[in-house]
């Protein structure tokens, strides 16, 4: 994992990130959980019962072929990320690790 830093409307965020092959994109993860993708300069969130308020009025995409519609979050909105972020870092489990192949 990479650790990027940014500042964002005066905001100093520590993101890890991995590059997912299958996509050529990111997956951002906060406190080890994955929270965003971003594909094509787009952010994208799950669509979940928590962001229903939040993201009322935001666009809806798909990240990539074949996957499910996500929330497009606008991140210029400071707000609304911070807001969305926490609310999905609360819903969002660990992953469990996976198995190596050939592992006994």
Do not use: Q
């Not at 092959?21 to 951002?28: C, H």
């Not at 971003?38 to 799950?46: I, L, R, T």
């Not at 308020?53 to 996957?67: I, Q, S, T």
């Not at 469990?96 to 592992?103: F, H, N, T, V």
């Amino acid at each position: 994992m990479n650790a990027m830093y940014f500042n964002k409307g005066g905001l100093l965020w520590l993101l890890r990130s991995i590059i997912l092959n299958m996509f050529g994109e990111y997956m951002v993860y906060v406190n080890d959980k994955p929270i965003l993708l971003v594909c094509d300069n787009s952010v994208f969130v799950k669509i979940l019962p928590c962001l229903d308020d939040l993201m009322v009025d935001a666009e809806k995409g798909f990240p990539y072929k074949g996957a499910k519609e996500h929330y497009i979050l606008d991140i210029d909105n400071t707000e609304l990320s911070k807001a969305v972020i926490a609310a999905l870092e609360t819903v969002t489990a660990i992953p469990k690790p996976k198995k190596k192949k050939g592992a006994i």
